[in-house]
């Protein structure tokens, strides 16, 4: 197998996932800097805040990190002035989500860049392979956000595994705790790709209400639904957890960030997955990564 170490730039197989909105420089640089390959959620933001947040990453820590790119969401100047800008920063990796990336993966490549994909089945997977992604992200039905997988992780990941043959490839859905990691590093996995668990971080980008909304949620609370979820195209897959307080809102999807009033962070469904009944408390992201590696 292709060494996911040499291709992340760290030996922590515990990767968190780049969550739009959520994971911005200061949950990124202390994940970084806790020895995980910390990574930027780019979606929807313009290319020139692009650079800004990837420059400020750098500012703050010097160890590898990585950013994620999701072409329905390129923001207003487009996915393609997003890869450029994302390019020209060098990160360790860029990781790409929902879409066609037989232009986009050769250009990261030749920069020197790791590329990884997030796919949520056995076509995606081969897809993915054929244009020459470096590390597979093989989504289950349980991952929090948009869903692209129609599949539980203990189906898919053993065939994303066999079709992946040297490829590393990194679980990811429900992956909120030390067992459940365990667990699918025991089937074959090289790595976890965590979003969840991370939004509880001091340092992610998430609204206080959201983190706490999280921490009470139990084992059942999460819905895969497909209505309205700001920024992506009516009909769209995700995994929400769903207000308590009643309003006109609670039909939409989002990830509620300080800039949004309590009200709307309490009225709207929030992404989580399915491993959102491990969060017990919001604490530094050096501390959440530690609980998925070690369970202490
Ligand atoms: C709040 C939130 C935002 C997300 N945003 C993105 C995104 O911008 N790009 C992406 O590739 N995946 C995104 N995802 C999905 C993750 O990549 C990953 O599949 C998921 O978090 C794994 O499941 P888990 O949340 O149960 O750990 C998001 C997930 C969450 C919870």
Redesign the pocket.
């Known amino acids: 197998m292709a060494d996911l170490e040499s291709l992340i730039g760290t030996h922590n197989p515990i990767c968190p ?6 994971a911005g420089p200061d949950l990124v640089a202390a994940l970084s800097e806790a020895g995980a390959l910390g990574h930027l ?1 780019g ?1 929807r933001l313009p290319a020139t805040d692009l650079q800004s947040w990837l420059r400020e990453v750098k500012s703050k820590t010097d160890k590898p990190f990585a950013v ?1 790119l ?1 072409p329905p ?1 390129g923001g207003p100047d487009g996915f393609d002035a997003q890869l450029e800008v994302a390019i020209a920063e060098k990160p360790k990796a860029i ?1 790409l ?2 879409g066609d990336f037989e232009t986009t993966i050769p250009k990261i490549k030749a920069a020197g860049i790791t590329t990884m994909v ?1 796919i949520g089945s056995v076509a995606g997977a081969k897809q993915a392979l054929e244009q020459g992604a470096d590390i597979l ?1 093989a ?1 289950g039905i ?6 692209i997988s129609k599949t539980g992780l203990l189906s898919l990941l053993p065939e994303v595994l066999k079709l992946a043959g040297s490829v590393p490839v990194l679980a ?5 705790s030390a067992e459940k990691i365990k667990t699918v590093m025991g089937m074959g996995a090289a790595g976890a ?5 991370f ?1 509880a971080a001091e340092e992610s980008n998430a609204h206080p209400i959201y983190r706490q909304r999280l921490i009470e949620a139990g084992p059942d609370d999460t819905h895969h639904g497909h209505f309205y979820s700001y920024g992506w195209p009516i009909g769209t897959p995700y995994r929400v957890i769903k207000p308590k307080i009643k309003a006109l809102r609670n039909w939409k999807a989002a ?1 509620a960030r300080p800039g949004n009033t309590d009200r709307f962070a309490q009225t709207v469904q929030l ?5 959102v009944g491990d969060i017990q408390k919001s604490e530094p992201a050096q501390d959440i990564l530690r609980h998925l590696a070690t369970g202490l």
């Open positions: 996932a780049g969550m739009g909105g959520i959620g979606i994620n999701v969401g990781s989500y929902w997030q992200i989504q349980e991952a929090g956000g948009h869903v990811a859905g429900g992956l909120s790709w965590v979003g969840t668990s939004i990830g992404y989580a997955g399915q491993g």
